[in-house]
């Protein structure tokens, strides 16, 4: 059974297949041909523009193209939007330090994934004159393999200058094979991109909370890299989310670091709820010990009691002769009455 079982899930990791994907500013998706959309269109220049004050390396960006602008105040709204379908997204621009007298060089935008904004970004020139290509600006994790669409955004009430070199997404290929009528591009030869880093500068750190679905971190794209000067700033912060009514937000990962209960105090916790515990459960234990060994008093058996006898009252009966005696006194004692009002007797009564 723990074959099987083992079997199965082999299976199953194989038929999900990871691949990384590129989304060139130019070319679009390397596999669907998607383009990004550029709003306003107007003001995106690309390799082209003589006049460009600014003139990237071609051959140090991907497949030797990139899109530009300088974003002014009074232009209001500024995005870049394309569409993904995978588990994760990766964001690179070109950026530029210090270009000469009158020149825009600061960079800022903000990311949204799905309605939700993620996090944003923002770049201070240095006094070095110099530009920073294939440079890590957004990142997001722990998507559904599903389709989701990437905003990317600029109103600020300062000029800023932008370029968009390419978008990397990895996605989840669950059948294990690529999608009929397409292929997939080998990876290209000429000065590209670096490969994805596995973790940014701590000032730049996003901090992912879950992640549930694992990331392919692309192969290597080129073998040139440019470090920032070390007076460059990089900001990553996480806004609160605010979901449109038409999109249902994605699960994602936090970009701040939230603070979290030390291991020592959790473990403390929980110890003293267990001592707790055993103590009740101890002293219960003793108060029925100690129940059971008190005597009880023997239990009686039901019984009715007997009535008490009858008392009576017992009435002394005096003799006859001692009842004429007392009569005697009591007549003598009349008579000696009788004679004492009446010295002689009465005559006697003649019969007429």
């Given amino acids: 059974m723990r074959a099987l079982l083992w079997l199965g899930g082999g299976a199953s990791l194989a038929l999900a297949a990871l691949q990384n994907r590129t989304i060139d500013d130019t070319n679009g998706d390397s596999v669907t041909g998607a383009k990004p959309v550029y709003y306003p269109p107007g003001p995106w220049q690309g390799p082209s523009c003589t006049g460009c004050a600014i003139q990237p390396d071609v051959g140090q960006v991907f497949e030797g193209t990139y899109s530009a602008m300088t974003y002014r105040t009074t232009m209001g709204v500024m995005n870049i939007t394309m569409d993904f379908t995978g588990t994760a997204i990766y964001v690179y621009f070109v950026l530029a330090n210090y270009q000469g007298p009158g020149v825009t060089t600061e960079t800022e935008a903000a990311f949204t994934v799905d309605?939700?904004?993620?996090?944003?970004?923002?770049h201070v020139p240095t006094t070095v004159q110099e530009l920073l290509y294939n440079q890590l600006v957004f990142r997001l994790t722990g998507l559904q393999n599903a389709p989701h669409t990437l905003v990317v955004a600029t109103q600020a009430d300062t000029d800023l200058y932008l370029v968009f070199d390419y978008a990397i997404y990895t996605f989840e290929d669950v059948g294990g094979t690529t999608p009929a009528g397409t292929t997939l591009p080998p990876p290209p030869t000429h000065s590209s991109a670096?490969?994805?880093?596995?973790?940014?500068?701590?000032?730049?750190?996003?901090q992912s909370t879950s992640s549930a679905v694992s990331v392919l971190l692309p192969s290597p794209l080129s073998s040139a890299s440019s470090t920032p000067a070390a007076a460059s700033v990089y900001i990553f912060s996480d806004l609160p989310p605010t979901p449109s009514p038409s999109h249902s937000p994605s699960p994602?990962?936090?970009?701040?670091?939230?603070?979290?209960?030390?291991?020592?105090?959790?473990?403390?916790?929980?110890?003293?709820?267990?001592?707790?515990?055993?103590?009740?459960?101890?002293?219960f234990w003793l108060w029925r010990r100690r129940r059971t060994r008190q005597p009880q008093p023997p239990v009686l058996?039901?019984?009715?009691?007997?009535?008490?006898?009858?008392?009576?009252?017992?009435?002394?009966?005096?003799?006859?002769?001692d009842i004429d005696a007392t009569r005697w006194r009591r007549i003598e004692a009349l008579e000696a009455r009788l004679q004492a009002v009446y010295p002689e007797p009465p005559p006697a009564y003649k019969s007429l």
């Fill in 115 to 122: 309605g939700v904004q993620h996090g944003s970004f923002s």
């Fill in 194 to 206: 670096p490969p994805l880093p596995t973790s940014l500068p701590s000032s730049t750190q996003p």
């Fill in 252 to 283: 994602s990962p936090s970009l701040t670091p939230h603070p979290h209960p030390a291991a020592p105090v959790i473990a403390g916790s929980a110890v003293a709820g267990v001592v707790v515990l055993l103590a009740l459960l101890f002293g």
């Fill in 301 to 321: 058996p039901y019984s009715i009691p007997a009535p008490p006898p009858p008392t009576s009252t017992m009435t002394e009966v005096t003799s006859t002769t």
